[in-house]
């Protein structure tokens, strides 16, 4: 008797004859799948690197401005330093300084998000560049519209709600697989996030600085510090908007892909 093998189910949102139109062998399947697994998986690692840098690092800068800060005002509070206790405990400081670190990189990203992303960033970007935004705009209300008309959807009263709160980035997620928006992501939103944490904990080292400026008798340093703080700021407020725009382009991107891919795929099932 001849066992016929089962066929195998491609993964979901992959198409082997449209992606891969040159291979024709389940080795060389095997091996393209293979590798794709292989590549999500260093992306995925990267990912959690890069969510921990844009985390830690800032969180390591208002650690550092507390230490710094509670140092020169401490005295004056009648409150014990921390410097002297971290040099006293070399390692149960360090040991408390990972998570501290953490913990204040995730209160600041919670800061970022409550108001300056919008303020700084997305508003500013999306005013100066009003075709960005229309053609941000058109091609989500395009890709609701192919969702909302899969007949899926029974109760029309809801399609204004369904407009406003359905979120097109996850349903490019099911269409494309998370690795390739995880992808978007990594190179451009994640890096925004990390230069608005940074831009957030400069305030603190201005407000810092400010102390040693009027406590100091020759503040040489300090007024040096406090010039350039400024200077550092404007830049990573100008790359966080040059990179939020490159992420609103990329994003448009691939949702021009998905709806232009089902478009030929219905020309292609007419013939």
């Not at 451009?188 to 102390?211: A, C, D, K, R």
Request: hydrophobic residues 50%; glycine residues 6%; neutral net charge.
């Amino acid at each position: 008797m001849v066992q016929h093998e089962a066929p195998r189910r491609e993964p979901r949102g992959f198409s082997f004859s449209v992606a891969f139109p040159h291979f024709g062998s389940r080795v060389a399947f095997d091996e393209v799948f293979d590798s794709c697994r292989f590549e999500e998986k260093v992306m995925n690692f990267f990912g959690a690197f890069t969510f921990g840098v844009k985390t830690f690092l800032p969180g390591f800068v208002w650690l550092a401005i507390l230490i710094v800060g509670e140092d020169k005002i401490g005295p004056n509070l009648a409150l014990s330093s921390i410097w002297k206790f971290a040099i006293a405990q070399p390692t149960l400081a360090l040991g408390l300084a990972l998570p501290v670190a953490t913990l204040l990189g995730l209160l600041s990203n919670i800061v970022v998000f409550m108001g300056p992303l919008d303020s700084l960033v997305r508003d500013p970007v999306l005013e100066q560049d009003e075709k960005l935004r229309e053609l941000c705009a058109h091609l989500s209300g395009c890709l609701l519209d192919r969702c909302w008309s899969s007949g899926s959807f029974q109760r029309p009263d809801l399609r204004e709600e369904f407009d406003s709160k359905i979120d097109p980035e996850l349903l490019l997620i099911e269409k494309i697989g998370v690795a390739t928006v995880d992808h978007i992501r990594e190179g451009y939103w994640y890096h925004l996030e990390f230069q608005l944490n940074l831009l957030l904990s400069l305030v603190g080292v201005m407000i810092v600085t400010l102390f040693y400026v009027v406590e100091s008798p020759a503040p040489t340093t300090s007024l040096l510090i406090l010039l350039m703080t400024p200077l550092v700021g404007v830049y990573l407020l100008k790359s966080a908007r040059k990179n939020f725009a490159r992420y609103m382009a990329k994003r448009a991107s691939l949702i021009a892909a998905v709806l232009s891919s089902d478009k030929m795929k219905a020309v292609a099932g007419k013939r």
